[in-house]
């Protein structure tokens, strides 16, 4: 088996068409789209069936371990028009100090990703179509990881790159979009201000718009979270996913990937609830849910110290809403203070740095096993969406002369 193989092996593909998420008309494959007709993401639809019969599980099992190993399930026609950085399965994580009873809990690193977060799944297969379909110039709005993953992907499909951010986005994130060849633009205002300036921008500059859920193909990047999830707990799936919510593309994603898996027999038995995980200060989903409302509303004032999350409006809301209701899941928010003292708990308990919005799945979990929502025999995922070295740390000041004797009964 050469590492390679997903990547130069020809396989057959099995998209059929694609429709809108809210109103189910159809759209011809093959074709670049935006939204649908309503405005609203497009699904992309495929002969499962016949993907069923054209590839096993235990043929996946043979293929190298990157998550192109899920082809079939994947959208991108010609192997040519793969643009891949090495996109790795990410470890499950077993965390042994961080349950409250028996049901066993798991950190999933997405930060081993390529450019150290989960958005370059959504992007890796979004850029890859883009270059199937002939795009040349893109354009995202971001708080910071989707930026530097377009960057990243962008580039190596000889794209070119623009990148709008909100002016307080993590500096690291800035720089390492500079740095990775994209026009890079610090923005006085949140994302979907970004937003704004790249749909204005469509007409004038002639740029495929990448905005979260904008373009149908991130959600079958993210998926492949599912189809990873399913093969790594060997098609018994846990019973709860904590999933850090913003744009919502991931929670989207991977409802749809175990429905997919559900519909030609090869995850049986119930599907996990889907938990969302919003901040306090920015929570436009737990709102909605909270009401019983299908779609959600601008959250004013948003902010929060996880800045992947601070998302005040999202065009797929109805999207993670109905995964969240039709899985048993909720939306739950939590403060920045305990995000802090999440992430700071799972670095001295595990020994794992997580990110702040992988860090406040954490602190939902604490928060709902006291609410009762959770139970302590429930097995849990948390995800950790990107590096933890992508944020700002605490600092860390102590300092010895070493010129003096050292005192080290004192240290």
């Known amino acids: 088996m050469h590492h390679l193989e997903n990547l130069t092996t020809d396989r057959p593909t099995f998209v059929t068409h694609l429709e809108c998420g809210l109103k189910g008309d159809r759209y011809e494959a093959d074709k670049l789209h935006g939204l649908s007709q309503v405005g609203r993401p497009l699904l992309v639809r495929y002969d499962l069936a016949a993907a069923a019969r054209a590839v096993s599980k235990d043929d996946l099992k043979q293929r190298p371990a990157d998550f192109w190993r899920y082809r079939e399930f994947l959208p991108v026609r010609k192997t040519e028009n793969i643009v891949s950085l090495g996109e790795v399965l990410t470890p499950l994580i077993p965390c042994d100090a961080l349950k409250t009873g028996d049901g066993e809990m798991f950190i999933k690193d997405e930060g081993r990703l390529p450019t150290g977060s989960f958005k370059a799944r959504g992007l890796c297969v979004a850029v890859s179509m883009a270059k199937e379909l002939g795009v040349k110039r893109v354009a995202i709005p971001t708080n910071g990881n989707a930026g530097a993953a377009l960057a990243a992907y962008g580039k190596r499909a000889g794209m070119e790159v623009f990148v709008f951010c909100p002016a307080d986005t993590p500096e690291v994130n800035v720089r390492e979009i500079a740095a990775q060849g994209a026009k890079v633009y610090r923005v006085n205002g949140l994302i979907n201000d970004c937003g704004r300036i790249v749909g204005q921008g469509k007409e004038p500059m002639q740029w495929f718009d990448f905005s979260t859920l904008k373009e149908p193909y991130r959600i079958e990047g993210k998926k492949t979270m599912g189809l990873e999830l399913a093969e790594q707990f060997d098609w018994q799936l846990p019973d709860v996913i904590l999933y850090p919510t913003g744009g919502g593309t991931g929670l989207i994603g991977m409802w749809k990937a175990f429905q997919e898996l559900q519909s030609i027999g090869w995850i049986t038995g119930k599907?996990?609830?889907?938990?969302?995980?919003?901040?306090?200060?920015c929570a436009p989903i737990v709102r909605a849910y909270e009401q019983g409302a299908e779609f959600a509303e601008l959250f004013p004032n948003a902010?929060?110290?996880?800045?992947?999350?601070?998302?005040?409006?999202?065009?797929?809301?109805?999207?993670?809403?109905?995964?969240?209701?039709?899985?048993?899941?909720?939306?739950?928010?939590?403060?920045?203070?305990?995000?802090?003292?999440?992430?700071?708990?799972?670095?001295?308990?595990?020994?794992?740095?997580?990110?702040?919005?992988?860090?406040?799945?954490?602190?939902?979990?604490?928060?709902?096993v006291q609410s009762g929502r959770i139970s302590k025999s429930e097995s849990c995922v948390l995800f950790n969406c990107a590096s933890g070295l992508k944020y700002e740390l605490p600092p860390a000041d102590a300092t010895l002369d070493c010129t003096q004797p050292i005192d080290y009964a004192g240290l």
Do not use: N, W
Request: glycine residues 10%; aromatic residues 6%.
């Open 271 to 281: 599907l996990p609830r889907m938990v969302a995980v919003q901040a306090t200060g």
């Open 303 to 368: 902010h929060t110290v996880a800045s992947g999350i601070r998302v005040p409006v999202a065009v797929g809301d109805f999207l993670m809403l109905r995964a969240v209701r039709e899985s048993g899941g909720f939306a739950v928010a939590v403060d920045d203070d305990a995000i802090l003292t999440a992430r700071a708990e799972v670095a001295q308990r595990e020994g794992f740095l997580m990110c702040p919005e992988g860090a406040a799945t954490y602190a939902a979990y604490k928060q709902e």
